[in-house]
């Protein structure tokens, strides 16, 4: 069994920061890309940033330049510090990770939610 754990959503002004956490605990033998993901009511989860476990990203094109995705291997984290927040970053922030374990297949695996809401 894989959990995942986030933290350091909340409430923050517009071209303000925040930083986003999330660890993987469980029966992990590898962990392969890492990922944020966000929503917002009414509309499909989408991706705002991915790291594989060699450490290339990928991002949304509406964050690239203000968020920054990064991971610690040994610890089993990913983080997304985020900068220059704008009211349209407003959501429920979910980290996804995809976990080797000990079954038969890797694991498609997601944290509970934070939220993340920009004042204008």
């Known amino acids: 069994q894989v959990q995942l754990v986030e933290s350091g959503g909340g409430l923050v002004q517009a071209g303000g920061s925040l930083r986003l956490s999330c660890v993987a605990s469980g029966s992990i033998l590898t962990i392969n890309d890492m990922g944020w993901y966000r929503q917002v009511p009414g509309k499909p989860r989408e991706l705002v940033a991915v790291?594989?476990?060699?450490?290339?990203?990928n991002y949304a094109d509406s964050v690239k330049g203000r968020f920054t995705i990064s991971r610690d291997n040994a610890k089993n984290t990913v983080s997304l510090q985020m900068n220059s927040l704008k009211p349209e970053d407003t959501a429920v922030y979910y980290c996804n990770a995809v976990i080797t374990g000990w079954g038969p297949f890797p694991v498609d695996a997601w944290g509970q939610g934070t939220q993340v809401t920009v004042s204008s």
């Open positions: 790291v594989t476990n060699g450490g290339s990203t």
